[in-house]
């Protein structure tokens, strides 16, 4: 079974800081794209930022100049680090990665998309 678990969501001040991760586990042949998205009420599920296997990143304007995205391949692990956070990134944040595995019922890999549990990233005084 393939998984992404996240964790690192909670309650910041404006201005603060707060750091997200998200773990790969599972019959996992390679980590391709990784990447966080996020979804407030009412709203579309947004793209955040998205790093390649290789580093390159694409964040969305936003966001730009205020989140940090990096990966640990050793750990199958990516964070997001969020400063000067404003109200308007209240959302719950959702992790991504697209993988090839190895299904409990296939030995030959497959590509797929997967997603985290979400996490709530709430910004309030």
């Known amino acids: 079974q393939v998984q992404l678990v996240e964790s690192g969501g909670g309650l910041v001040q404006p201005g603060g800081s707060l750091s997200l991760s998200c773990t790969a586990s599972g019959n996992i042949v390679s980590i391709n794209d990784m990447g966080w998205y996020r979804q407030s009420p009412g709203k579309e599920r947004d793209l955040v930022v998205i790093?390649?296997?290789?580093?390159?990143?694409e964040y969305a304007d936003t966001v730009k100049g205020r989140f940090t995205i990096a990966r640990d391949n050793a750990k199958n692990t990516t964070y997001l680090q969020m400063n000067s956070l404003k109200a308007e990134d209240t959302a719950v944040y959702y992790c991504?990665?697209?993988?090839?595995?190895?299904?409990?019922?296939?030995?030959?890999?497959?590509?797929?998309?997967?997603w985290g549990q979400g996490t709530q990233v709430t910004v309030s005084s």
């Open positions: 790093i390649t296997s290789g580093g390159s990143t």
């Open positions: 991504k990665a697209e993988m090839d595995y190895r299904s409990t019922y296939y030995g030959v890999p497959r590509r797929k998309d997967f």
